[in-house]
Protein backbone atom coordinates (compact mmCIF):
# COMPACT_ATOMS: atom_id res chain seq x y z
CA UNK A 1 0.00 0.00 0.00
CA UNK A 2 0.92 3.52 -1.11
CA UNK A 3 1.32 5.43 1.98
CA UNK A 4 1.11 9.52 1.81
CA UNK A 5 -1.25 11.39 -0.05
CA UNK A 6 -2.62 11.48 -3.72
CA UNK A 7 -3.19 14.94 -4.50
CA UNK A 8 -5.79 15.44 -7.16
CA UNK A 9 -6.24 18.05 -10.03
CA UNK A 10 -9.01 19.01 -12.32
CA UNK A 11 -8.06 21.08 -15.05
CA UNK A 12 -9.83 22.80 -17.92
CA UNK A 13 -8.61 25.60 -19.59
CA UNK A 14 -6.14 26.14 -16.70
CA UNK A 15 -2.41 26.85 -18.00
CA UNK A 16 -2.19 29.84 -16.36
CA UNK A 17 -1.79 28.33 -13.10
CA UNK A 18 -0.75 24.94 -13.78
CA UNK A 19 2.35 24.89 -14.52
CA UNK A 20 2.51 26.31 -11.18
CA UNK A 21 0.45 24.06 -9.14
CA UNK A 22 2.51 21.12 -10.43
CA UNK A 23 5.21 22.53 -9.43
CA UNK A 24 4.44 23.02 -6.06
CA UNK A 25 2.67 20.26 -5.54
CA UNK A 26 5.89 17.92 -6.86
CA UNK A 27 8.07 19.76 -4.29
CA UNK A 28 5.24 19.43 -1.25
CA UNK A 29 5.80 17.15 1.83
CA UNK A 30 3.97 13.31 1.68
CA UNK A 31 2.92 13.76 -1.58
CA UNK A 32 3.25 9.82 -2.94
CA UNK A 33 0.59 10.62 -6.24
CA UNK A 34 -0.25 13.07 -8.50
CA UNK A 35 -3.14 12.73 -10.51
CA UNK A 36 -4.36 15.44 -12.75
CA UNK A 37 -7.65 14.82 -14.47
CA UNK A 38 -8.75 16.73 -17.78
CA UNK A 39 -12.00 17.92 -19.02
CA UNK A 40 -11.53 18.60 -22.60
CA UNK A 41 -8.86 21.44 -22.06
CA UNK A 42 -7.80 23.68 -25.15
CA UNK A 43 -5.54 26.03 -24.02
CA UNK A 44 -2.04 23.97 -24.07
CA UNK A 45 -2.59 22.63 -20.64
CA UNK A 46 -2.15 19.22 -21.55
CA UNK A 47 1.03 20.28 -22.48
CA UNK A 48 2.00 21.71 -19.36
CA UNK A 49 0.90 18.18 -17.74
CA UNK A 50 3.03 15.99 -20.18
CA UNK A 51 5.87 18.10 -19.38
CA UNK A 52 5.68 17.00 -15.53
CA UNK A 53 4.58 13.67 -16.10
CA UNK A 54 7.95 13.03 -18.24
CA UNK A 55 9.67 14.55 -15.31
CA UNK A 56 7.74 12.86 -12.51
CA UNK A 57 6.87 9.50 -12.16
CA UNK A 58 4.07 10.43 -9.34
CA UNK A 59 2.06 12.29 -11.70
CA UNK A 60 -0.25 10.29 -14.32
CA UNK A 61 -3.13 11.80 -16.17
CA UNK A 62 -6.73 11.54 -17.61
CA UNK A 63 -7.87 13.00 -20.39
CA UNK A 64 -11.51 13.37 -20.62
CA UNK A 65 -12.92 13.48 -24.24
CA UNK A 66 -15.40 16.11 -23.35
CA UNK A 67 -15.90 17.82 -19.87
CA UNK A 68 -17.99 15.70 -17.69
CA UNK A 69 -18.08 18.05 -14.66
CA UNK A 70 -15.49 18.89 -11.57
CA UNK A 71 -17.41 15.85 -9.52
CA UNK A 72 -16.91 13.32 -11.66
CA UNK A 73 -13.18 14.26 -12.87
CA UNK A 74 -12.79 14.59 -8.75
CA UNK A 75 -13.70 10.66 -8.05
CA UNK A 76 -11.91 9.24 -11.57
CA UNK A 77 -8.57 11.04 -10.30
CA UNK A 78 -9.41 9.00 -6.44
CA UNK A 79 -10.20 5.65 -8.41
CA UNK A 80 -6.86 6.19 -9.94
CA UNK A 81 -4.89 6.48 -7.02
CA UNK A 82 -3.91 4.32 -4.20
CA UNK A 83 -2.50 6.80 -1.05
CA UNK A 84 -4.68 6.55 2.15
CA UNK A 85 -4.84 10.04 1.94
CA UNK A 86 -6.56 12.16 -0.38
CA UNK A 87 -6.01 16.03 -1.23
CA UNK A 88 -8.06 17.79 -3.76
CA UNK A 89 -6.18 20.39 -5.28
CA UNK A 90 -7.66 23.21 -7.51
CA UNK A 91 -5.22 24.46 -10.76
CA UNK A 92 -5.48 27.95 -9.50
CA UNK A 93 -4.54 26.98 -5.42
CA UNK A 94 -0.31 27.25 -4.95
CA UNK A 95 0.40 25.60 -1.81
CA UNK A 96 3.64 25.55 -0.25
CA UNK A 97 6.29 22.71 0.82
CA UNK A 98 4.55 22.03 4.09
CA UNK A 99 0.33 23.22 3.58
CA UNK A 100 -0.52 19.26 2.83
CA UNK A 101 1.70 17.90 5.80
CA UNK A 102 0.61 20.28 8.09
CA UNK A 103 -3.38 19.68 6.74
CA UNK A 104 -2.53 15.83 7.27
CA UNK A 105 -1.42 16.38 10.52
CA UNK A 106 -4.71 17.70 12.29
CA UNK A 107 -6.88 15.36 9.89
CA UNK A 108 -4.60 12.67 12.08
CA UNK A 109 -5.29 14.10 14.93
CA UNK A 110 -8.96 14.12 14.67
CA UNK A 111 -9.03 10.65 13.77
CA UNK A 112 -11.71 10.76 10.51
CA UNK A 113 -11.95 14.45 9.27
CA UNK A 114 -12.63 16.72 6.21
CA UNK A 115 -9.68 19.73 6.12
CA UNK A 116 -9.68 22.77 4.32
CA UNK A 117 -7.25 25.70 4.90
CA UNK A 118 -6.92 29.72 4.90
CA UNK A 119 -7.39 30.29 1.84
CA UNK A 120 -6.64 33.97 0.17
CA UNK A 121 -6.48 35.93 -3.18
CA UNK A 122 -2.65 37.00 -4.50
CA UNK A 123 -3.65 40.07 -2.63
CA UNK A 124 -3.94 38.73 0.84
CA UNK A 125 -7.84 39.07 1.01
CA UNK A 126 -9.71 35.77 2.30
CA UNK A 127 -11.98 33.68 0.30
CA UNK A 128 -15.20 33.66 2.72
CA UNK A 129 -15.21 30.00 0.37
CA UNK A 130 -12.62 28.58 3.32
CA UNK A 131 -15.27 28.58 6.17
CA UNK A 132 -19.05 28.71 5.64
CA UNK A 133 -22.54 27.41 7.18
CA UNK A 134 -25.16 24.76 5.12
CA UNK A 135 -27.05 27.31 2.84
CA UNK A 136 -30.30 27.57 4.86
CA UNK A 137 -33.29 28.40 2.21
CA UNK A 138 -35.91 29.13 3.76
CA UNK A 139 -33.59 31.61 5.99
CA UNK A 140 -32.84 33.49 2.84
CA UNK A 141 -36.37 33.87 1.71
CA UNK A 142 -37.12 35.63 5.38
CA UNK A 143 -33.96 37.64 4.85
CA UNK A 144 -31.75 38.29 2.06
CA UNK A 145 -28.07 38.46 4.46
CA UNK A 146 -28.73 34.81 5.05
CA UNK A 147 -27.43 33.94 1.59
CA UNK A 148 -23.99 34.68 2.91
CA UNK A 149 -22.42 31.28 4.11
CA UNK A 150 -19.43 32.79 5.56
CA UNK A 151 -17.80 32.42 8.93
CA UNK A 152 -15.65 34.75 10.23
CA UNK A 153 -11.90 33.75 10.58
CA UNK A 154 -10.65 33.12 14.08
CA UNK A 155 -7.22 33.80 14.43
CA UNK A 156 -7.36 32.35 18.02
CA UNK A 157 -7.52 28.72 17.05
CA UNK A 158 -5.59 26.96 14.97
CA UNK A 159 -8.04 24.55 13.65
CA UNK A 160 -11.88 25.97 13.34
CA UNK A 161 -14.83 23.51 12.70
CA UNK A 162 -16.95 24.67 10.59
CA UNK A 163 -19.79 23.36 8.60
CA UNK A 164 -18.32 23.77 5.56
CA UNK A 165 -15.07 24.52 3.59
CA UNK A 166 -14.10 25.13 -0.13
CA UNK A 167 -13.88 22.43 -2.67
CA UNK A 168 -10.68 24.63 -3.82
CA UNK A 169 -8.54 22.64 -1.76
CA UNK A 170 -9.44 20.37 0.78
CA UNK A 171 -8.14 17.00 2.36
CA UNK A 172 -9.32 13.76 3.93
CA UNK A 173 -8.75 9.86 4.63
CA UNK A 174 -9.55 7.87 1.80
CA UNK A 175 -11.63 5.56 3.82
CA UNK A 176 -13.74 8.44 4.94
CA UNK A 177 -14.27 9.02 1.01
CA UNK A 178 -14.98 6.52 0.48
CA UNK A 179 -17.58 5.65 2.82
CA UNK A 180 -19.48 8.59 1.81
CA UNK A 181 -19.75 7.68 -1.58
CA UNK A 182 -17.33 10.81 -2.84
CA UNK A 183 -18.71 13.39 -4.84
CA UNK A 184 -22.19 13.66 -5.99
CA UNK A 185 -22.07 13.51 -9.47
CA UNK A 186 -25.24 15.14 -9.40
CA UNK A 187 -23.96 18.64 -9.41
CA UNK A 188 -21.36 19.75 -12.65
CA UNK A 189 -19.99 23.11 -11.27
CA UNK A 190 -20.26 24.28 -7.83
CA UNK A 191 -21.89 23.32 -4.43
CA UNK A 192 -20.58 19.46 -4.91
CA UNK A 193 -18.57 20.61 -1.85
CA UNK A 194 -20.94 21.71 0.13
CA UNK A 195 -22.92 18.43 -0.18
CA UNK A 196 -19.84 16.43 0.18
CA UNK A 197 -18.97 18.18 3.70
CA UNK A 198 -22.25 17.84 4.73
CA UNK A 199 -22.48 14.50 3.90
CA UNK A 200 -19.31 14.11 5.79
CA UNK A 201 -20.80 15.02 8.78
CA UNK A 202 -23.58 13.31 8.92
CA UNK A 203 -21.50 10.55 8.73
CA UNK A 204 -20.12 11.25 12.32
CA UNK A 205 -16.79 12.90 11.13
CA UNK A 206 -15.89 16.42 11.16
CA UNK A 207 -15.30 19.34 8.83
CA UNK A 208 -12.43 22.13 9.85
CA UNK A 209 -10.43 24.62 8.22
CA UNK A 210 -6.73 24.55 9.04
CA UNK A 211 -6.67 28.09 9.71
CA UNK A 212 -2.69 28.40 10.20
CA UNK A 213 -2.24 26.58 6.75
CA UNK A 214 -2.49 29.40 4.18
CA UNK A 215 -2.74 29.00 0.61
CA UNK A 216 -3.02 31.39 -2.11
CA UNK A 217 -6.20 30.48 -4.48
CA UNK A 218 -6.03 32.65 -7.56
CA UNK A 219 -9.70 31.82 -8.30
CA UNK A 220 -11.70 31.97 -11.40
CA UNK A 221 -8.97 31.20 -14.07
CA UNK A 222 -10.99 28.62 -16.71
CA UNK A 223 -14.16 30.21 -15.87
CA UNK A 224 -13.31 33.91 -16.84
CA UNK A 225 -14.73 33.21 -20.83
CA UNK A 226 -17.94 31.30 -19.93
CA UNK A 227 -19.57 33.47 -17.13
CA UNK A 228 -23.22 31.41 -18.60
CA UNK A 229 -21.98 27.93 -18.23
CA UNK A 230 -20.35 28.92 -14.80
CA UNK A 231 -23.67 30.42 -13.23
CA UNK A 232 -25.92 28.50 -15.09
CA UNK A 233 -24.41 25.38 -13.16
CA UNK A 234 -24.21 27.15 -9.57
CA UNK A 235 -27.57 28.18 -9.77
CA UNK A 236 -28.12 24.78 -11.16
CA UNK A 237 -25.72 23.40 -7.96
CA UNK A 238 -28.07 24.94 -5.07
CA UNK A 239 -31.16 24.07 -6.75
CA UNK A 240 -30.09 20.18 -6.50
CA UNK A 241 -28.54 21.21 -2.82
CA UNK A 242 -32.31 22.48 -2.29
CA UNK A 243 -34.10 19.72 -3.49
CA UNK A 244 -31.88 16.81 -1.65
CA UNK A 245 -31.41 18.08 1.81
CA UNK A 246 -33.81 20.76 2.69
CA UNK A 247 -37.20 19.99 0.17
CA UNK A 248 -38.48 16.97 1.39
CA UNK A 249 -39.58 18.53 4.65
CA UNK A 250 -40.77 21.60 3.13
CA UNK A 251 -44.46 22.38 1.95
CA UNK A 252 -45.65 22.89 -2.21
CA UNK A 253 -45.40 26.56 -1.70
CA UNK A 254 -42.22 26.67 0.05
CA UNK A 255 -40.39 24.86 -2.64
CA UNK A 256 -41.89 27.01 -5.55
CA UNK A 257 -40.29 30.30 -3.26
CA UNK A 258 -37.18 28.47 -3.26
CA UNK A 259 -37.06 27.89 -6.98
CA UNK A 260 -38.09 31.27 -7.69
CA UNK A 261 -35.68 33.03 -5.12
CA UNK A 262 -32.97 30.81 -6.91
CA UNK A 263 -33.42 30.97 -10.06
CA UNK A 264 -34.69 34.69 -10.20
CA UNK A 265 -31.00 35.59 -9.60
CA UNK A 266 -29.47 33.85 -12.37
CA UNK A 267 -29.78 36.37 -15.45
CA UNK A 268 -28.53 39.54 -12.88
CA UNK A 269 -25.44 36.64 -12.10
CA UNK A 270 -24.79 36.34 -14.99
CA UNK A 271 -24.87 40.09 -16.29
CA UNK A 272 -22.37 40.61 -13.05
CA UNK A 273 -20.12 37.82 -13.65
CA UNK A 274 -19.42 39.07 -17.76
CA UNK A 275 -19.20 42.46 -16.21
CA UNK A 276 -16.20 41.05 -13.92
CA UNK A 277 -14.41 39.17 -16.97
CA UNK A 278 -14.20 42.07 -18.73
CA UNK A 279 -12.80 44.05 -16.64
Given at each position: ?????????????????????????????????????????????????????LADPRLRF????????????????????????????????????????????????????????????????????????????????????????????????????????????????????????????????????????????????????????????????????????????KHRGFWRY??????????????????????????????????????
Open positions: MIDGIAAIVVSYDSAETLDDCLSRLRAAEGIAEIRVVDNDSRDGTLDIVQRHAIANPDNPGFAVACNQGAMGSHAPWLAFVNPDCLVEPDSLARMRAYADASVMALIGADLVDDGGVRDDAARRHDPDFMAMLRDRSQAQLGIEFDGAVPVQFVDAVSGALMLMPRVLFAHVGGFDEGYRLHAEDLDLCRRVREAGATVACANDVRVVHVRGVSSRSRPLFVEWHFTKFEAPCRGLFARAAVFAMIWGRFPFAVLRAAMRAQR
